[in-house]
Nanobody, 123 residues
């Protein structure tokens, strides 16, 4: 059973930046894919960004709401995935979750969660 541990959340003003990290207890190159989800207050959890094909440099996908502002990446030597978040807006507020999963039928399917880290963006 893989363990995923997020860090880097916090309180930031609109326009600011944060970098989230997700440390894995196993070799991430053995994973099919990883992703970041978020759950805004009172809303359902949503996919923010995903990455696969790690050994080929990493193919990425982003939700339309974060394209151009967020960047997902991995460091295989550290078994860590990152989410660099720039130009943060109050709508980016929520609990951010690290995910391990795989691509199935062209879509991302989760099979392990981290415990989540809170991101709060003030206006």
């Amino acid at each position: 059973q893989v363990r995923l541990v997020e860090s880097g959340g916090g309180l930031v003003q609109a326009g600011g930046s944060l970098r989230l990290a997700c440390g894995a207890s196993a070799n991430i190159f053995a994973f099919n894919a990883m992703a970041w989800y978020r759950q805004p207050p009172g809303k359902q959890r949503e996919l923010v960004a995903s990455i696969h094909h790690f050994r080929q440099g990493g193919a990425t996908n982003y939700a339309d709401s974060v394209k151009g502002r967020f960047t997902i990446s991995i460091d295989g030597a550290k078994n860590t995935m990152y989410l660099q978040m720039n130009s943060l807006q109050p709508d980016d507020t929520g609990v951010y979750y690290c995910s391990r999963g795989r691509y199935v039928g062209g879509g991302y399917a989760n099979d392990a969660w981290g415990q989540g880290t809170q991101v709060t963006v003030t206006s």
